[in-house]
């Protein structure tokens, strides 16, 4: 094997003479060789910017040695962390976390560096320059992240910048790790099995093997495969309650107590934002999405949620209503929620995830798929396997063709679950990027797409569940954007410098095709007899949507505006712990208002931990832009062919082939004629008032 397999830095990795030892061998070389180029540029940017009369810097003086250096380090390191996704052993993941500090090291050095800072604004601010709209986005884009990481910031100043961040950091992973404790170190061990009536079977021999034996006691606990089943399926009240208390109080007691660090991380944010010239955290956070500003994202959260709030309090109502009927004493309380909306979904839709599966084998919901794709892009899609070097064989890979028969693209599809090796969940990742080379070569995009579904066993398939076929078409949406993208400087092409609240926009729309007759009945027959799905397990579906969804809705807008508020109105001089403050919220956002022990925030990772502080908004926002996308295509009609095919042209040639190169509001004004409004998820969701 050539000993640079690892460091190759372009076309398709050879995953198979990829190994752990590499990464502790070549990483470290490779990361020194980086460095070492930096300083070189550095040095030349310098000499070039102090001299007098010299011609002004170009493009491509600068953008191509400096994208180079940062290439090398995405695809090397990208094909380590993308194996220790798919393909993890102890020893990968190790090297992987010995490894990982010094890329991060690496990363800071760049996004700190003056001179570069100085020579990005330099090429930005020349007069006459002549870069296109595309080249300047680029360009801003770099300039507002290097502010981000506070370039701009001199001696003290840097330094306690870089202080508070790495405090930050520490107190996010003290975070986390609190609330991994508490959820793991509570448990109940429940010795008689008609306490747990209700629960299904295959619930229970979870609790049983979590308890180390066959058949009963049974061991619950907070994590979501324990916790979700008994609050939903339990008929015992009091075990809900119990359950139910100890979740919504975790990591708010004790040692685990999270409560201290809530403060610390926001009135941190607060100093670093001020710092970095913002008035609070939601400005600086704002300053790099879509959404114009706090005030932008405040309305479109009322409107959602004077839509929601009704039509909650008229689900509460016929909840109650059911289990005053079977004999219930007193009103809901937070516990019986799931409860008593389970008995009201098997009532009212009597759909059973299970049995749908035998209609959707993976073979045809990819059929379906791509021939969804023809109809909308005018791609089509082949296989290709054995055209590409692959990490496990259950592997596929697949070319992407214009009508033409012209390739366009390629991507690897790594559909099945594989528990002991692969991450769970579903994701795109970049391959390669779309990259026009110095000597007009194009490199084509090429995606991974990550599911974890069924595996086929034997003879049968892998039979998807509904909830597998949206996942599919979600990814794939992703997948779509990075791979029709004809944007050709690598920055801005595909997902590259789509902002953080638009970039769901593609994945969430090829989700809506889901529910699309023609597409649904297209691809589910049952796969061993071929017959279509029953016309009223169609129906069932797509009425299922919209069960509940006040409720869900109301919860997400209250946890968007508990997430933008503290992060732009709160401050210790209020005199209102952030518990506090987030109670009076939820006066206007919950039905049931958070009992007297719900310490919601203490387990608020998202905001706290991860990478959504001041952006959890971002689901319902790209959310009202999928749905007002989708609705593009209802209004000319999903069965006029013509129609739709016209419409898929214009969302090819915009949102998806345009990926980052201009701002995404002018983007989906080119798709749309007009700005998103939030009437289409609204009516999606069965939200729209009645007009009688
Ligand atoms: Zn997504």
Redesign the pocket.
Known sequence: MPPSELLRCEGLPRFDAIEAEHVDQQIPALLADLSERFTTLEDQLRERLSEPDSTPLSWDELMPPFHSLGERLRWSWGVVTHLTAVRNTPELREAHARQQPEVVRFSNRVGQSRVLHQALRSLLEQKNNTLDPTQVRILETELLSMQHRGVGLKGDEQQAFNRTSERLAALSTSFSNHVLDATQQWSLVVHDRDQLRGVPDRVLDNLAVNAATADGPWRLGLDMPSYVPILTHAENRDLRETVYKAYVSRASQGELDNGPLIEEILALRQEQSQRLGYANWAELSLASKMADGVDAVETLLEELRAAALPVAEQELKELNQLAASRGAKEALAAWDVSFWAEQLRRERFDLDQEALRPWFPLPQVLDGLFNLCERLFAIRIEAADGDAPIWHEDVRFFRVHDRRGEALAGFYLDPFSRPASKRGGA??DECLNRRRQPNGDLTQPVAYLICNQTPPSGETPSLMSFEEVETLF??FG?GLQHMLTTVEHPQAAGINNVEWDA??LP??FMENWCFDRKTLMGMARHWTTGEPLPEADYIKLCSSRTFMQGSGTLRQIHFALTDLRLHSQWSPELGLSPDAFRRRIAETTTVLPPIETDRFLCAFGHIFAGGYAAGYYSYKWAEVLSADAFSAFEEVGLEQDDAVAATGERFRNTILSLGGSLRPAEIYRQFRGRDASSAALIRHSGLAASTG
């Open positions: 994701w795109m979600h990814e992703h970039v769901e994945s969430q």
